[in-house]
Each structure stands twice: as structure tokens, then as C-alpha cells.
């Protein structure tokens, strides 16, 4: 059964920092661009960072560059997203999606139009004082 779990996410404070794990089981990870999506009550989906199948092509939204790090370990079959700097406006459900792209050529629409063949069930995290 293809399946990915987040995990990582809670409450912290302005300024501080969280790494969210997508761990994927019943597929290898070897052909998929993963992406990390969040969303926010009341507002759309948006793709907060994407990795291609090698980890060597990433693309990040604007709103986190430099905050953000996402990277995977395709041997253990999971995608991490490390989170510095955090602010409120970071607040969000975060998804994991992965997309079938053994060329890694499609990781800049996949966080652009939120595409993915496979997602998780999110993980809250909460940035607040």
C-alpha cells in the first residue's frame, strides 16, 4: 500500500525552528519528486518547496527561501523539511506529495499548481508566542 506519513510538526515560538519528516512506504522514492505543500485556515493550498528524484534540483517559494531546507534520503525513503527562522504567517497543515518524475523534470509545476500523484495526511505546525 503506497502511503506517506508526516511527522514533525507542533507549536513553537517566532524565531525558532522544526524538521518535518514525510516517510514513504509501498514505493521507492528513486523516480518521485516529493514536495512539501502547507495550507492555512481559510486560505489555498501552496507548494512551500519541492525536491527532484536525485535531491539534486530543488525550488523553494519565494516566502521561505533561505528559512527552509528540504532534502531526502531516498535509502531510508524519507523527505525532510527543516524549518529555521519560523514566523506566525508560517502556521499551516503541511502535506507531503510525491509525483512519478524520473527525469526531475516537473518539481517547478509541482510546487507552482500543488501536483502530486501520492499525499500524506499533514502535519500542524504552529508558530505563536
Known amino acids: 500500500q503506497l502511503q506517506l506519513v508526516e511527522s514533525g510538526g507542533g507549536l513553537v515560538q517566532p524565531g525558532g525552528s522544526l524538521r518535518l519528516s514525510c516517510a ?16 492555512a485556515p481559510g486560505k489555498e493550498r501552496e507548494g512551500v518547496s519541492c525536491i527532484g528524484n536525485s535531491g539534486g534540483n530543488t ?45 526531475a523534470a516537473t518539481i517547478q509545476n509541482m510546487c507552482s499548481e500543488n501536483l502530486g500523484d501520492y499525499w500524506g495526511q499533514g502535519t500542524q505546525v504552529t508558530v505563536s508566542s
Do not use: H
Not at 75 to 80: F, I, Q
Open 59 to 103: 525550488v523553494y517559494a519565494d516566502s521561505v527561501k533561505g528559512r527552509f531546507t528540504i532534502s531526502r534520503d531516498n535509502a531510508k525513503n524519507t523527505v525532510y523539511l527543516q524549518m529555521n527562522s519560523l514566523k506566525p504567517e508560517d502556521s499551516a497543515d503541511y502535506y507531503c506529495a510525491a509525483r512519478f518524475d524520473p527525469m
Open 24 to 39: 514513504v512506504s509501498g514505493f521507492s522514492l528513486d523516480y518521485y519528486a516529493i514536495g512539501w505543500f502547507r495550507q
